[in-house]
């Protein structure tokens, strides 16, 4: 004779990355099975209906308001329930925002959103450029997305195709170069009398 303790089976699930997520993520669900024995059988449920089985399972376009647990059968012989199920799951799904909008005035480019906003151009994210407004220091192509509260993104704006408008040359024999500069620039003049001169900026 070799008796044998009675077990208890249990099943837990976990997703990955969260139970909250944006519109369009899949959702990767693992089974942490306790007493299962060496051939423990686990079968997935999608809103009460079987979607899957084994060890793991994978929810492809969740729905807000989807439900998922898991059911395990035991292969211990000395279970007193041979046949469990998890917590259920419930799936919250937030829709995407919907793509900001650029307009330009002036020398500086706006988006449509005051906050979560990512400025772009087309090598790439611009490190710090998180303002609604965005001033380029040189000609190209940008665009911005927006991240709502709930860590969504939207999908990029139009592309806008900006130039940086120089001021004009005159005909004296004075100089302001480099033209455009939103940094230094240098003021060459022939001559300078004793009295000196005056230099105004204006934007």
């Known amino acids: 004779m070799n008796p044998q303790s009675s077990l208890t089976s249990q099943i837990k699930i976990s997703a990955l990355p969260d139970t909250a997520v944006c ?9 942490n099975a306790v007493n299962g024995g060496s051939s423990p059988v686990i079968t997935w449920y999608l809103n009460t209906v079987v979607d899957g089985s084994g060890s793991s399972y994978q929810l492809v ?20 329930v041979a046949t469990v199920i998890s917590p259920t799951l419930n799936i919250t799904v937030y829709p995407l925002p919907a793509a900001p909008v650029i307009t330009q005035s002036g020398d500086t480019l706006f988006s449509s959103y005051s906050t979560g906003n990512q400025w772009y151009d087309l ?21 911005v997305v927006y991240t709502d509260s709930n860590g969504c993104s939207s999908a990029p704006s139009d592309t806008v195709n900006f130039v940086i408008s120089g001021i004009d040359e005159n005909g004296n024999s004075w100089k302001i170069y480099p033209n455009p500069s939103n ?9 300078v009398s004793e009295s000196g001169v005056d230099v105004v900026l204006t934007n």
Request: charged content about 15%.
């Open 23 to 31: 519109d369009g993520t899949i959702i990767d669900f693992t089974a």
């Open 61 to 80: 376009s969740p729905v807000d308001g989807d439900q998922v647990y898991a059911e395990l059968t035991s292969s211990e012989t000395c279970v007193t």
């Open 123 to 143: 090598v790439g994210l611009l490190t710090g450029e998180t303002e609604y407004y965005y001033t380029p220091a040189v000609n190209g192509d940008y665009y």
């Open 183 to 191: 940094d230094v620039f240098h003021v060459s003049l022939p001559y």
